[in-house]
């Protein structure tokens, strides 16, 4: 994979099934990627944050790089998380895959300790000038230090490895701020979202794609929702992102993240295991309770049978015209005052 083409797209931020005695399922893992590559991803991206990365050590994160790498083989581009807990390491962990073939590494900002924007700026500048594969800066405030427009302009400018950013804050005048800063000198940088709830008005405003969890579940809903979007059919493209909002905010609100897209992803067939985090009694019914509430959902999108004893009779949903065309043409307009449209 050149590391000259623009990272675009869908990319699955995978989960990694487990086996009964808690380890890396390897056949199961290996069979997930074909699942995903073969529903139209256009790239996976393991050790992420829907994949647990810091629940397994350096060396499982390293193996998982391997089995998907290998997996792949060159169909779909592989951005791996390489986020380590210092530079040294991280660096190490971008020499290792860079080895491996992946096509770019996706690093977090400095979590545990909050840090200023300058010492946010000088960790990834030290990665930045010594890795040997393309970096993707991984912003995500609710658990690590976040990385600001004025960062993010400076390290596009002076580091090359430099070459996307993923920001999962859901913030979009904060990415529309990052793409007008950065894309007059470095126009062929990558802005990935990873908030599935507002994919459609993210790539509207200017993103690339997205590293969206419901991909790992419904990789043909997330697909088509991009497709839809990026070919400008965008009464049809809302009503798909509605319908991801609601399989979004189920997965993600009502279990510890990422127990209901571990639960969905079970539904569609896969061999996920218990995940590392223990659930207290409470939860695990919880949890029970939530399976039967995405398999109804899944089942209205004909990607499962309804539970036994049936889902509760929804009304028909109608969407008004006047409401997707007056998102449309706010979004077309801040666009154009910004700027950003064509």
């Known amino acids: 994979m050149a590391s000259s083409q623009r990272l675009q797209g869908i990319f699955t931020p995978n989960m990694v099934p487990l086996d009964n005695r808690g380890n890396i399922n390897e056949e199961e893992l290996r069979k997930y990627t074909d699942w995903l590559i073969e529903r139209g991803v256009h790239g996976l991206y393991p050790n992420g944050s829907t994949g647990e990365f810091l629940r397994f050590t350096p060396e499982e994160r390293r193996r998982i790089i391997e089995i998907m790498v290998d997996q792949t083989r060159g169909r779909v581009p592989v951005l791996a998380g390489a986020a380590e807990a210092n530079t040294r390491e991280t660096i190490k962990a971008c020499e290792y895959y860079h080895g491996l073939g992946a096509r770019a590494v996706a690093i977090v900002a400095p979590f545990y300790y909050k840090l200023s924007p300058a010492s946010v700026y000088a960790y990834f ?90 991909s790992g579940v419904v990789p043909e809903v997330t697909r088509k929702l991009y497709d839809l979007t990026i070919a400008g059919k965008l009464d049809e493209a809302l009503k798909v992102q509605y319908d991801l909002v609601t399989l979004f905010d189920t997965m993600i609100y009502s279990a510890e993240f990422p127990e209901g897209f571990r639960a969905a992803a079970e539904i569609r067939g896969f061999r996920m295991g218990t995940g590392r985090q223990p659930l207290s009694e409470g939860q695990q019914r919880d949890l029970s309770a939530l399976r039967n509430t995405l398999q109804c959902l899944l089942a209205e999108h004909g990607f499962a049978s309804e539970p036994l004893g049936g889902c509760p009779v929804k009304g028909d949903e109608k969407f008004d015209s006047k409401e997707v065309s007056a998102i449309v043409q706010n979004v077309l307009a801040e666009l154009k005052r910004r700027g950003l449209g064509n």
């Open 125 to 214: 500048k030290e990665i930045g000038d010594n890795t040997p594969i393309d970096v993707t800066l991984y912003n995500i405030p609710l658990f690590a230090s976040p990385i600001d427009v004025p960062t993010v302009q400076r390290l596009a400018e002076e580091c090359p490895k430099v070459v996307a950013i993923k920001d999962s804050s859901g913030d979009i005048p904060h990415m529309i701020r990052m793409i007008k800063a950065v894309r007059p000198n470095r126009p062929e940088f990558s802005f990935l979202t990873g908030w599935d709830a507002a994919l459609m008005p993210l790539l509207l405003i200017g993103c690339d794609g997205g590293t969206n969890a419901t």
